[in-house]
C-alpha cells in the first residue's frame, strides 16, 4: 500500500470524502487522491516521492510555478510582523490601489476570503445597488458554493452527476434565473419576461468550469447591451480569468466594461483571497459607507497580501511572461490536435491563452449541454495514463488545464509524448 493510500484510508474517517474540497478527490476518475508533499516550478512531488508535471497550479493561482522565490521571501517578511491584527493596514492599500491601477473597470475594490465569498458578496451589492432581486447566471458556469449560484453550476456537480446541490432552499434559488451560454436570444427571453426585476448577469466571461468554453464572436458585447437597456449590472466572474488572460483579465482580452468583477485565486497567490469591486458609485453602497453589509474577520490578511501583491507587481513588471504563457498554451493545443488527427479520435481541444481543455466528445463544445456530451469514462481511463506517465492532470473532465510559466517547452514536449501513448493504450 503506498503512503497516499495509507493517508486517504485515515482521511476518509475525518473528513468528508477524505479531502476538503470535492475536485481534489478522485471520485470520477477512480483511484486515491495523491498527497501532496511538496511543489517548485511546474512539478508537484507527493508523498511517495513520485514527481510529477503539474497542470493544475492549484487550480490557477500558481501563474508563475510554485514555490516563486520572491513571492515566498515577501511572505517570509510578511510574517516577521506578525500574522493578523484585524485592523486596518496600510499593506491592504497598496494591494486595493494596485488591482485599481491594474483593472481600469475597477475603481474601488474590497478584499475577502475566497472567490465563493467574492461572488456572494457582489450579487448582494449589485442587489442592494439596482433594488432588484433577479441574477442571471449561466448553465455550466461555476460561481462558487453559495446558495443562490448552486443552480446548474459546472464541474464539481457535473462531475459527481449532481444536478444541484440539497440543502439549498427553493426560496434561495427562486431569484437565479439559467440562461444558455454563447445563447443571447436565451437571455433576452429572460429579460422580457422579467423587465423590471434583473439585479445582475454573472458570468465566467471565458467558462472554465465545463471544460474551456470561449464566448462566441460579440456575445459579451450583447450581454452588455442588454444590461445597459433594462439598467441591470453586468458581474464578470475572473475568479479564473483574472491576472490570466492578461493583467486585465478577460475584460481586456474582449473590450468589454463589466460593472463589477470578482477575483479570487490568481489574486492571493496561493493564499486564500478574493476580492470583488467596480464603479466607484456602486462600490459606495457597501458597509460602512453604504447599506450593503459585508464583512471578514480575516479579510485582507497581511500574509496573503504580500504574496498577491508581489504576484501582481511581478506581473505588471514583466508583461512579456503573458506572451509565454500563451505561447505555451497554444504550443500544447497544437501538439494535442496533432495527436488526436494521427489516432483518428474526434475529440474537441478548446481554450484561449493559458487555459485550454481537451474534451472527449465529437460535438463543438459552445454550452453546458454540449459540454456535457462528453465521454468522463474514456476521460477517465486517459487521466490514469497520464498519472502513471508522470502527467498530473485535473481529475476532472470539466477542469481547465492550466499553463504556468515554469512549464518549459520540453514539459510540453513530454505531455505530448505521454498523451500520444496513453491513445495507444487506452
Ligand atoms: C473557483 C471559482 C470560484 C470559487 O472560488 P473559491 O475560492 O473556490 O471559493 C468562483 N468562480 C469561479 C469562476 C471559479 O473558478
Known sequence: MSKSERIFKEAVEVMPGGVNSPVRAFASVGGTPRFIKSANGAKI??????????????????????NNIEIKNAVKEAVENGLSFGAAT??????AKLICDIVPSIEMVRMVNSGTEAVMSAIRVARGYTKKD??????????????????????????????????????CAMDTLTAKYNNIDSVKELFENNKDNIAAVIIEPVAANMGVVTPKENFLKQLRELCDKYNSLLIFDEVITGFRLGLDGAQGLYSITPDLTTFGKIVGAGMPVGAYGGKKEIMKCVSPVGSVYQAGTLSGNP?????????????????????NINAKGEMLRKGMKEILIKHSLPYQVTGVGSLSCLLFT?????DYETA???DTKMFAKYFNEMLKQGIYLAPSQFEAIFMSN??????????LYA????????
Not at 496600510?90 to 494591494?95: A, F, K, L, S, T
Not at 500520444?420 to 487506452?426: L, Q, R, T, Y
Open 372 to 374: 456535457k456530451t462528453s
Open 134 to 171: 433577479k441574477i442571471i447566471k449561466f448553465e455550466g458556469c461555476y460561481h462558487g458554493h453559495c446558495d443562490a449560484m448552486l443552480v446548474k453550476a459546472g464541474s464539481g456537480l457535473m462531475t459527481d452527476g449532481i444536478p444541484d446541490s440539497a440543502g439549498v432552499p427553493k426560496g
Open 90 to 95: 496600510q499593506i491592504e492599500v497598496e494591494m
Open 45 to 66: 512531488v507527493d508523498v511517495d516521492e513520485n514527481e510529477y508535471i503539474d497542470y493544475i497550479g492549484s487550480w490557477g493561482p500558481m501563474i508563475l510555478g510554485h
Open 362 to 366: 465529437e460535438k463543438s463544445v459552445i
Open 419 to 426: 498523451m500520444d501513448k496513453a491513445f495507444n493504450i487506452i
Open 303 to 323: 500574509i496573503a497580501m504580500s504574496a498577491g501583491i508581489c504576484q501582481l507587481r511581478i506581473l505588471l513588471e514583466n508583461k512579456h511572461i503573458y506572451d
Open 406 to 415: 515554469a512549464h518549459t517547452d520540453e514539459m510540453i514536449e513530454k505531455t
